[in-house]
Structures are given as C-alpha cells and as structure tokens.
C-alpha cells in the first residue's frame, strides 16, 4: 500500500465543522433549467498530500452533481456530509494509486470513482452525472 508515502488531509469547508457540532450544513447551491435537470454544485473538497515529512502539494477539486429527473436538492441535502466523505475517499484512493509526484487528474476515471461513490450513498439512479468543474493542484515549494 502507498499509503505510508501518501497522506492526505481534508479541509471540507463548513461541512466537517457542521456535522461535529450537530448544526445542518449550509443548503448547496442548485441550478435547474425549467423541465431540465438539476445541477448540485458542491463545496470544494481540499487535500494536502504530503509525501515524507512535508506537505508536497495542495489539491483542490470543485465538483456539481447532475440529479436524475424527480430528484431535488432537498432529496439529497441530508446525504450530502456522507457524500462528501465518500468524495474524500475516493480521492485519497486515486492519489494512493497515483505514481509519487504524478498529477491525479485523467478526468474519466475520477468520475465515475465518484459516480460510483454518489451511487453507494445516494443509492443508484438519482445521480446522473458527476461533472468536474475546477482542479487546482499546486506544488508546495520548501
């Protein structure tokens, strides 16, 4: 396992905080074309991936979920801090798996990893896409 040469830690912007405190995370922002789906965009998930002794590099990943028709924000709203954990997950797997001072990001395989884990939380059929809409990777100097 590369996990001994990779460590990952998250800052979930407000929805860590949110669950330990027991308050209901902030409503995410939903975007929907009358009759169309809609579209969940999330909070950024922030990764510092330090190799040795030192954080190396610091990920940022910005993603929307596409919901199935039928399916609401308020449907999924009480999911959304498992799902994030989940996202989190399956991140850390992909640098796990990742060559040391490699880039993460071939954009297929990233999302259907966090299809697969929308559909492990949510269940299957209420999300439709995963769409990646910004990835920030940024060596650390020493």
Do not use: C, W
């Amino acid at each position: 396992m590369k996990f001994h040469h990779l460590l990952l830690a998250a800052l979930t912007l407000g929805v860590f905080t949110a669950e330990a405190t027991g308050a209901e995370p902030p409503k995410k922002h939903v975007v929907a074309a009358p009759g169309g789906p809609q579209f969940v965009e999330m909070r950024p998930i922030t990764m510092a991936v330090v190799t040795g002794d030192r954080a190396a590099q610091q990920v940022s990943v910005v993603v929307a979920l596409e919901l199935t028709p039928g399916h609401t924000i308020e449907s999924v709203n009480p999911d959304m801090p498992k799902l994030v954990n989940a996202f989190f997950t399956s991140l850390t797997a992909a640098y796990e798996e990742a060559e040391p001072n490699g880039r993460l990001f071939d954009a297929m395989p990233i999302k259907q990893r966090l299809l697969d884990a929308s559909a492990d939380v949510l269940g299957p059929g209420i999300v439709a896409a995963v769409l990646i809409e910004q990835v920030n990777e940024r060596s650390r100097g020493r």
